[in-house]
């Protein structure tokens, strides 16, 4: 969006919430990265908005994933998804000192019946390492991928119409 912007490594522990409701789980995750995140700033950047965001995937079987844990995990979560819809949320939130303002996207992603070896090819690929729900729709997992009802940014990581609206109602922009 043009946005000159600093990245800050907050230190919130998502695995601190306990939420089975994936858009409570969402919520209370960036919450508590944007809490983290705004404590983090120096004296003079304390004016700057703040800007979070979470993706997490929820599974037809109705679990909250987020990155898998290793190969097996991401093989689990494909096998699931094959043939199968899932959601996909993500929450933004910007705050500045004087107002702060949250919007949760849910994006449905529906994949094609896979092959035990197109789940092992891409599992073997690392396309889908550190990717909520152990793919990536921008990249080779979109061949698999046969309709998505929403969103494709919220997929990808950042819902950019969401971001835009927020930073319009804050008059950021």
């Known amino acids: 969006m043009g946005i000159n912007h600093k990245v800050i490594d907050q230190k919130f522990d998502e695995d601190s919430v306990n939420e089975t409701d994936p858009v ?3 919520k209370l995750i960036v919450e508590g990265k944007n809490k983290s995140a705004r ?3 120096s ?3 304390k004016s700057f908005p703040v800007l979070t965001a979470d993706t997490l995937v929820f599974t037809p079987s109705r679990k909250i994933v987020g990155k898998p844990e290793n190969h097996e995990h991401s093989r689990e979560l494909l096998r699931e998804f094959s043939g199968a819809t899932h959601s996909v949320f993500s929450t933004v939130m910007i705050s500045t000192t004087e107002q702060s303002m949250l919007k949760t996207c ?3 992603v529906s994949f094609k019946n896979m092959t035990k070896e197109e789940i092992e090819e891409y599992v073997l690929s690392e396309e889908g390492v550190g990717k909520a729900g152990a ?3 921008h990249g080779p997992a979109g061949k698999y991928i046969t309709n998505i009802e929403g969103s494709y940014t919220n997929v ?3 819902p950019v119409h969401e ?3 927020i930073l319009k109602e ?3 922009l």
């Open 170 to 172: 804050l008059n950021i």
């Open 43 to 45: 004296t003079t950047d």
């Open 24 to 26: 409570m789980c969402s």
């Open 135 to 137: 793919y990536g729709i």
């Open 156 to 158: 990808v990581g950042l």
């Open 163 to 165: 971001t835009y609206e």
């Open 106 to 108: 849910e994006t449905k």
């Open 39 to 41: 404590a983090l700033l």
